[in-house]
């Protein structure tokens, strides 16, 4: 119980006494992940898109296989991009392993599926009344589609806030493919594994504090946008 307290109150100072290198692993933490939902969502959005609104052969194989990703172990996703990027893998020519773009394909791939399941499961489960009432109205097949979605946006934003949660919490592929190098690849979830196998529990704590913090502050942040969006429409 101590070491909570104190991991507190090391949380609030790092944070109010402006410690350069917790501002920087934090900033880096929210880069890598934020670029790897933006990509994640390019690619898992349409394609949840894709299966829950065509029929389609095999389309219930591609919506098991969506659920399948979203149970990726995050360590044999490390494992894969480091053998595809190590100096003898098919990309090692590109020399991108222990660097921030390493961290990155590893993270897009974890939340990808994420984001495409749970988009899946919003266009499907969005009430059909919508598009026939378009299509009732006189509306193209496309209008009506946007009708549908637009019945859907809500859960679709919850996709891609969940596939942000997943991975700026995620652990084991980055420590990977990025190595936790100080002032480079170090996030705030492998600095708290550091500090932590370092016996220095409170840093550890603190650390913690401040990523829970901050993924607090960015889900509630993209919800209200979600919110905002949805009051405007």
Same mark, same amino acid.
Do not use: C
């Given at each position: %119980?101590?070491?909570?307290?104190? $991991?507190?109150?090391?949380?609030?100072?790092?944070?109010?006494? $402006?410690?350069?290198?917790?501002?920087?692993?934090?900033? #880096?933490?929210?880069?890598?992940?934020? +670029?790897?939902?933006? @990509?994640?969502?390019?690619?898992?959005?349409?394609?949840?898109?894709? +299966?829950?609104?065509? #029929?389609?052969?095999?389309?219930?194989?591609?919506?098991?296989?969506? =659920? %399948?990703?979203?149970?990726?172990?995050?360590?044999?996703?490390?494992?894969?991009?480091?053998?595809?990027?190590?100096?003898?893998?098919?990309?090692?020519?590109?020399?991108?392993?222990?660097?921030?773009?390493?961290?990155?394909?590893?993270?897009?791939?974890?939340?990808?599926?994420? *984001?495409?399941?749970?988009?899946?499961?919003?266009? !499907?489960?969005?009430?059909?009344?919508?598009?026939?009432?378009?299509?009732?109205?006189?509306?193209?097949?496309?209008?009506?589609? %946007?009708?549908?979605?637009?019945?859907?946006?809500?859960?679709?934003?919850? !996709?891609? @806030?969940?596939?942000?949660?997943?991975?700026?919490?995620?652990?084991?592929?980055?420590? @990977?493919?990025?190595? =936790?190098?100080?002032?480079?690849?170090?996030? %705030?979830?492998? !600095?708290?594994?550091?500090?932590?196998?370092?016996?220095?529990?409170?840093?550890? @704590?603190?650390?913690? *504090?401040?990523?829970?913090?901050?993924?607090?502050?960015? =889900?509630?942040?993209?919800?209200?946008?979600?919110?905002?969006?949805?009051? #405007?429409?």
């Amino acid at each position: %119980m101590q070491e909570i307290l104190r $991991g507190s109150l090391d949380a609030f100072r790092l944070l109010a006494g $402006g410690e350069q290198h917790v501002w920087e692993i934090l900033a #880096r933490s929210l880069l890598v992940s934020g +670029v790897s939902v933006v @990509i994640g969502s390019a690619i898992g959005v349409p394609i949840g898109i894709l +299966v829950g609104l065509r #029929r389609f052969p095999g389309r219930r194989l591609a919506a098991s296989l969506l =659920n %399948m990703g979203v149970g990726l172990p995050p360590v044999v996703v490390g494992l894969f991009v480091y053998l595809v990027l190590s100096r003898n893998g098919p990309l090692g020519f590109m020399h991108l392993l222990f660097t921030p773009s390493a961290m990155i394909i590893a993270q897009t791939i974890l939340a990808a599926p994420v *984001i495409g399941a749970l988009t899946f499961s919003a266009v !499907a489960g969005a009430d059909p009344a919508a598009r026939l009432t378009a299509l009732s109205l006189g509306a193209t097949d496309r209008q009506a589609t %946007m009708a549908l979605l637009a019945e859907a946006r809500f859960a679709m934003g919850a !996709a891609v @806030i969940s596939g942000f949660g997943a991975v700026i919490s995620e652990v084991g592929s980055v420590m @990977i493919v990025g190595g =936790n190098i100080a002032g480079y690849t170090r996030v %705030m979830t492998t !600095a708290i594994v550091l500090e932590t196998g370092k016996g220095d529990f409170a840093l550890a @704590i603190a650390l913690g *504090i401040v990523l829970l913090l901050t993924s607090l502050a960015v =889900n509630l942040g993209l919800s209200f946008i979600q919110m905002g969006r949805g009051g #405007r429409a």
